[in-house]
C-alpha cells in the first residue's frame, strides 16, 4: 500500500465536501499544505469526476457513486457514503490527485 502523507487524514473530508458544494466552516489554509492550495480547483474537479456524479430529479439533487455504483443520495448522503464505504479509495485517489497536479505543473 502507498504511503499517504500526514496531512490527507484531514484534507480528504474538507476536499470532499469543497467538491460536494457543502458548507465548510475552516478556511483552506488551516487544512492544506501551501504547495496543494495551488492546485485546488485541479483536485475538486478530478475529485468530481472520480466519485460521484448528480442528476436533478424533479428539481432536487441526487448524486451516484461511481466507485460502487450506488445511488439516490442526497449531497450529505453522499458525502457520508463516501467516507464511511469507501473511506480508503477516497484518500488513495487524493493521493494520486496530488501527485499528478505537482507533475502536470511541472512540465
Partial sequence: MKEKPMWIKKAAPFLLKKSLGMKIS????????????????????????????????????RYTCLLCKKSGFTRKGMFRHL???????????????????????RK
Avoid at 488513495?92 to 505543473?105: I, K
Wanted: charged share 35%; aromatic share 8%.
Fill in 83 to 105: 467516507f464511511l464505504v469507501h473511506r480508503e479509495e477516497v484518500e488513495s485517489e487524493l493521493v494520486d490527485v496530488v501527485q499528478e497536479a505537482f507533475e502536470s505543473s
Fill in 26 to 61: 475552516i478556511s483552506d489554509e488551516e487544512i492544506l499544505p501551501p504547495s496543494v492550495i495551488q492546485f485546488e480547483k485541479k483536485i475538486l474537479d478530478r475529485l468530481t469526476l472520480l466519485f460521484y456524479e448528480d442528476i436533478a430529479i424533479n428539481g432536487e439533487r
